[in-house]
């Protein structure tokens, strides 16, 4: 396992590099993703065995949190696509990106989403899974807003990221209940208390956080929208993090914890309801669009949707299905996106309406979509074909079937569509007038598409290639036990074989009437005034008001106001605080001494002085006096290394606000209203009485001579030193104190540069 990570290192710090070796843009980058998928390949028997590889390093001890490790059959499948499917990628990219000014950045951002989804699918700790889970939703963000000059690129890079973290947080939330509920971080214990933590009160509201961090990441309906928005993204980005691997992260999460909750009544409703609504959601909008990209985009929502409605339905055979999907679903999309991006590479254009006839210019490309979308069609002999098979068996299965196999029945017409859309409608009939001539591009940007499509038809005529050494492995994961399942093309004449030559029909029947089919879908205003997309616009633009309405209350520009506010609403805090916690004590005043109690009176009328003063000078000297008295209270409570430290500032600030008066015009009379000065009286009297009472609650409390104890045995032993306030200011407090003297410094540095410049001012005049 850390071998695998010393290569993820290296490849963030040589991918920039190697890309752009001589100058230009190298294919040598797709070497180490390609390394890394060699690897996972070379730990395909090891799992097929049905052995799971544990790893754990310390990390955070004292929070019970490790940098733990898991490798089995379903962390392995994903893992095999995000390095196999990134290798095609980086390849792709190499070629398509070539003399872009920003590649370096690109193939770091690139290189660090490839690192954070490998160690979020690795991960066997929940906090470390949280970790890597939001530096996809940060990677993905720099990566969609690959262009930041460009509004489209910044508004879909901004709303992706909003999206993703704040189903983030959700999950955030769900995981610490779940950590707490199993007593325990590790996800490999959490699979083995299954049955305890779904038994938990808690296990409802667990299911709902960690369902709703994963429906915003897969792009759920009504979670959508940044999903086809993110197209604004270069062809790379788009088919690695919105069709391989970024949008599969909350398919991973519910996958790995379904042995968990299978047979929990919210989380088989949660997940068949918001699947099957995902699915046609993103068959309508799929069918209203021209642009290729978003075309598949709105294609790739409808198979999340039927993945998360999957892993929803119990059993060993919706495992099965949910493990041959993805795979199939990953291969066939990653081809067609990077066809897509030939296609407008070539021709300057993505509009499907606008092309055709490409098969006689490009037919390599035509060759790789034809494959790729025979596959998303589901025809045999590929193994779409099996797998759309196994979705229809697995409805049927299920209770509520009817519902879930007519869901699923019109989103595999849809893809049928969708795939007739991109490979055939834009390489069939006459070649249509294009802004260059096409032609197939080099060996970097075929590689890819070619490879994808054949493993497609390969996996279809071979199903045991991929069913033995990796499907059955990930799906006795998801299921939670080991499973016994031959995949295989033909099963016979039976219902799923009836459905599936339905669904061919009616997706063939959809296409021959594509254009007046997607005019009539195109031309319902309503989906685009009151969709998820449009309110994402309308809740930003509520913040938007919002904040304005709020920094307009609170901040009317006046410092006077912002200090009072803030201090106001602490010792609100602090007061009712105390109250509800019925915390307000008062200590024993019994055996206090005269100098003490005379000392207190002067502070008081100090204190009054301070708030009855009319000019700023004499504000200054009254506040002088306020801390020499408190300078006074320490020399006799025994603490003079306080007395004279505070002697010491006191003196030194009193001697620097006068200079300051000196060059500003703070020697004029206070222009407050009688009203304002009583206002600002009862707001000084009401903060410093809560922070008496406060102090005054604290000494009523017995003292706790542990703390103090501790630190006069370690002072010498740790720290060398028998001055406890040296030693706990130097040694135990070290950074504490350097902070402070940081801060004292510049403090000292800014006031030294506004003296100066008020001198140079100064002089100017008199010259």
């Not at 914890?257 to 609504?277: C, Q």
């Not at 996996?459 to 939670?480: H, M, N, Q, Y």
Request: hydrophobic share 60%; glycine share 8%; charged share 10%.
């Amino acid at each position: 396992m850390m071998l695998i990570f010393a290569i993820i290192v290296f490849a963030f710090v040589a991918a920039p590099l190697v890309g752009l070796m001589g100058g230009r843009s190298s294919p040598l980058v797709a070497a180490l993703p390609f390394l890394l998928f060699a690897v996972f390949c070379a730990l395909l028997p090891q799992i097929a065995a049905g052995e799971i590889v544990l790893e754990a390093h310390r990390w955070i001890p004292s929070l019970g949190i490790e940098a733990a490790f898991r490798l089995d059959g379903l962390s392995l499948t994903f893992a095999l696509l995000i390095s196999g499917i990134g290798s095609a990628v980086f390849l792709y990219a190499s070629a398509y990106l070539r003399g872009e000014n920003r590649l370096p950045r690109f193939y770091v951002a690139l290189t660090l989403f490839m690192a954070s989804m490998l160690g979020a699918v690795l991960a066997d700790d929940l906090m470390l899974l949280a970790v890597f889970w939001e530096l996809t939703s940060f990677t993905s963000f720099l990566l969609i807003g690959y262009s930041p000059e460009e509004a489209a690129s910044r508004r879909s890079a901004q709303q992706g990221f909003l999206v993703t973290v704040g189903g983030g947080l959700a999950m955030l939330a769900g995981i610490i209940l779940l950590g707490s509920v199993a007593g325990t971080f590790s996800i490999t214990e959490i699979l083995d208390r299954g049955e305890l933590i779904a038994a938990d009160p808690l296990a409802p509201t667990i299911i709902v956080l960690l369902a709703t961090g994963a429906f915003a990441k897969s792009a759920q309906a009504p979670l959508h929208s940044w999903l086809a928005n993110a197209m604004v993204a270069p062809t790379p980005v788009s088919a690695y993090l919105h069709s391989a691997t970024m949008v599969k992260l909350g398919i991973y999460l519910l996958s790995r914890f379904d042995p968990v909750f299978s047979d929990h009544a919210l989380w088989i409703a949660l997940l068949t309801g918001f699947g099957a609504v995902t699915m046609l959601a993103g068959s309508v909008l799929a069918m209203r669009e021209t642009d290729l990209k978003r075309v598949l985009a709105y294609s790739t929502i409808v198979s999340l949707g039927t993945l998360t409605m999957l892993i929803g339905i119990p059993g060993a055979l919706a495992a099965v299905a949910v493990v041959a999907f993805l795979i199939v679903h990953a291969l066939y999309k990653a081809c067609l996106f990077l066809v897509a991006g030939i296609i407008d590479h070539e021709t300057g254009t993505r509009d499907s309406s606008a092309l055709g006839g490409l098969r006689h210019f490009m037919p390599l490309t035509a060759i790789a979509a034809l494959l790729g979308g025979l596959s998303m069609a589901g025809l045999p002999p590929f193994i779409g074909f099996a797998a759309k098979e196994l979705v229809y068996e697995t409805g049927l299965a299920a209770s509520a079937g009817w519902f879930l196999v007519a869901a699923a029945l019109v989103a595999n017409a849809a893809m049928v569509v969708v795939a007739g859309v991109v490979a055939i409608r834009c390489f069939a009939g006459d070649l249509s007038a294009t802004a260059t001539t096409p032609h197939d591009p080099g060996f970097a940007m075929l590689a890819g598409p070619l490879a994808l499509a054949a493993l497609g038809l390969l996996f279809g005529l071979t199903p045991w290639l991929i069913g033995d050494g990796l499907i059955v492995p990930a799906a006795s994961a998801i299921a939670g036990q080991p499973l016994d399942y031959s995949l295989s093309l033909w099963h016979g004449f039976t219902p799923m074989l009836g459905l599936s030559m339905l669904t061919l029909a009616l997706g063939v029947f959809a296409y021959l009437r594509w254009d007046g089919l997607r005019s009539s879908l195109a031309n319902i205003r309503q989906i685009d005034l009151w969709g998820p997309d449009r309110f994402y616009d309308r809740v930003m633009d509520g913040l938007q008001r919002l904040a304005l309405w709020q920094t307009g209350l609170i901040q009317p520009g006046s410092l006077r106001a912002y200090v009072a506010r803030t201090l106001v609403i602490m010792s609100l805090a602090a007061l009712v605080t105390l109250l509800l916690r019925r915390g307000l004590e008062l200590p024993s005043f019994a055996g206090s001494l005269m100098p003490d109690l005379a000392i207190a009176a002067l502070l008081v009328a100090a204190s009054v002085a301070v708030a009855r003063s009319r000019n700023f000078v004499t504000g200054i000297v009254a506040a002088g006096v306020v801390g020499f008295l408190v300078a006074l209270l320490f020399l006799f409570q025994g603490a003079p290394d306080l007395a004279f430290t505070q002697f010491s500032v006191e003196a030194l600030a009193i001697v620097i606000m006068l200079a300051i008066v000196g060059y500003m015009p703070f020697r004029e009379r206070d222009s407050r209203a009688a009203v304002e000065r009583r206002r600002d009286a009862l707001i000084s009297a009401f903060v410093g009485g809560t922070a008496s009472l406060v102090l005054l609650a604290v000494l009523a409390q017995p003292f706790d001579a542990r703390l103090s104890d501790w630190f006069r045995v370690a002072s010498v032993p740790e720290a060398h030193g028998r001055n406890l306030v040296n030693v706990i200011l130097v040694d135990f407090r070290a950074l504490d104190t350097m902070g402070e003297i940081t801060v004292l410094g510049l403090a000292a540095v800014a006031a030294a540069a506004v003296l100066a410049g008020l001198r140079r001012a100064t002089g100017e005049k008199r010259k």
